[in-house]
């Protein structure tokens, strides 16, 4: 397991819900029990609200869709004008028992493949699967999407990037593949609530990006059930602000680079 992997996450954890409300809770308390108890019943609802909030459809949407605006799906791959088919990695599913053990695409890694599957039959363009395994669990996510495609979409990647940890080294380590094959224009396929920072990494690394967005989460229309708590708009909420985070760490390391 890479030591830097475990320290992002570990540093993302604690930025993130539900844990970082959970401590801003624990302080409230700490205030509470330290007779700052305006303070202290202040943090505590606070972190209460948040929860709550960041919990509801209608929370998550206004931090998903400003993400999920600025890149929209695209309209017509077959004139693009790109090289190839750039697949970023989203997880995996470990040890499934029912495919003997095999590690499996994460649900977001499947809707990444078979929207990279559906570009490649309009546009006969070759794919580079990307994700290496920081978790230092087997094999990397590159080659568990590449036997996916195969195997349940009937396609053959060309390219596997199997050494990455994050999305500036998806970017950089394909750039260090592709270039041999004189790519420098590429369909970007990711989340749509990824592909602002995951088209700016790639920008960064000299690619000429077409982004090719998938997986859009702020699509169901407001209702009274959209303010209603439950854990899959705290997993919106959680993915978004990885992304707001992510993407504001990654701009001050390109000012300071």
């Known amino acids: 397991m890479s030591a830097s992997w475990l320290l992002t996450n570990a540093i993302a954890s604690l930025l993130l819900p539900p844990l970082s409300l959970v401590v801003l809770g624990l302080l409230g308390l700490w205030l509470l029990m330290r007779r700052w108890r305006r303070l202290g019943r202040g943090l505590i609802a606070l972190a209460v609200l948040l929860l709550v909030g960041l919990s509801t459809p209608a929370g998550s949407q206004l931090l998903v869709a400003p993400l999920e605006q600025q890149l929209l799906p695209l309209a017509d791959p077959a004139r693009s004008g790109a090289q190839a088919i750039v697949v970023l990695g989203g997880g995996r599913r470990y040890f499934a028992p029912e495919d003997a053990g095999r590690h499996q695409p994460s649900e977001p890694s499947l809707m990444r493949l078979r929207h990279a ?17 920081p978790d230092g669990h087997g094999s990397s996510e590159a080659e568990i999407m590449a036997r996916s495609l195969d195997e349940d979409f009937g396609i053959r990647a060309r390219w596997l990037e199997v050494t990455s940890g994050n999305t500036a080294q998806n970017a950089l380590n394909a750039s260090l593949v592709l270039q041999k094959s004189g790519v420098t224009r590429i369909l970007l396929v990711t989340d749509a609530l990824h592909m602002p ?48 985070i992510g993407g504001l760490w990654y701009r001050l390391r390109l000012a300071f680079a």
């Open 117 to 133: 599957a559906r570009l490649h039959r309009l546009t006969g363009l070759p794919l580079l699967v990307s994700g290496g395994a």
């Open 197 to 244: 920072r995951a088209a700016a990494s790639f920008r960064h690394a000299g690619f000429d990006v077409v982004p090719a967005p998938t997986n859009f989460v702020a699509r169901r229309p407001l209702d009274a059930a959209s303010f209603i708590p439950g854990a899959a708009a705290l997993k919106d909420s959680h993915y978004a602000l990885h992304e707001w």
